[in-house]
């Protein structure tokens, strides 16, 4: 209610606007303020919030994949909490496309170019990290 008082008192004491100009702002004003009041019912009554941040589980199919490749061997790392406790560790994260044991792979963590270990990784995995505490970056 508050806010709807300061966009009243701010749109009639503008000094060089026309009729036009603030019927534009109060419209502006009332559907800003509906949605706000929309959300802040939903909050009152316990309604869950759609969370931004756990889009991913429903955009990217499939479950989240990780695989460790040391030279030409790869196996699949079927602990994912540990898989990227690890492959948080790595300093690089790159994008990579390949199929791993029927699963595509779209990310490659490692620490060199030369004999190391590397975590490959699938979009959905990828994002799960990333969501961790300390996500990979």
């Given at each position: 209610m508050g806010l709807y008082?300061?966009?009243?008192?701010?749109?009639?004491?503008?000094?060089n606007s026309g009729e036009k100009r603030n019927e534009k702002v109060f419209i502006i004003a009332n559907i800003t303020l509906g949605?706000?009041?929309?959300?802040?019912?939903?909050q009152l009554f316990g309604v869950p919030k759609l969370v931004a941040g756990k889009a991913y589980e429903v955009i990217i199919p499939g479950e989240p994949f990780c695989a460790v490749?040391?030279?030409e061997e790869k196996t699949v790392f079927n602990d994912m909490?540990?898989?990227?406790?690890?492959?948080?560790?790595?300093?690089?994260?790159?994008?990579?496309s390949e199929v791993v044991s029927g699963a595509d792979v779209q990310w490659d963590c490692y620490t060199g170019?030369?004999?190391v270990v590397h975590?490959?990784?699938?979009?959905?995995?990828?994002?799960?990290c990333q969501r961790?505490?300390?996500?990979?970056?």
């Open positions: 008082i300061f966009f009243v008192c701010f749109s009639s004491n503008m000094v949605v706000i009041s929309f959300l802040l019912l939903l490749q040391w030279g909490d540990h898989c990227c406790l690890y492959a948080r560790t790595q300093v690089n994260c790159e994008r990579r170019k030369a004999k975590y490959l990784l699938n979009q959905k995995g990828y994002r799960y961790l505490p300390i996500g990979v970056d």
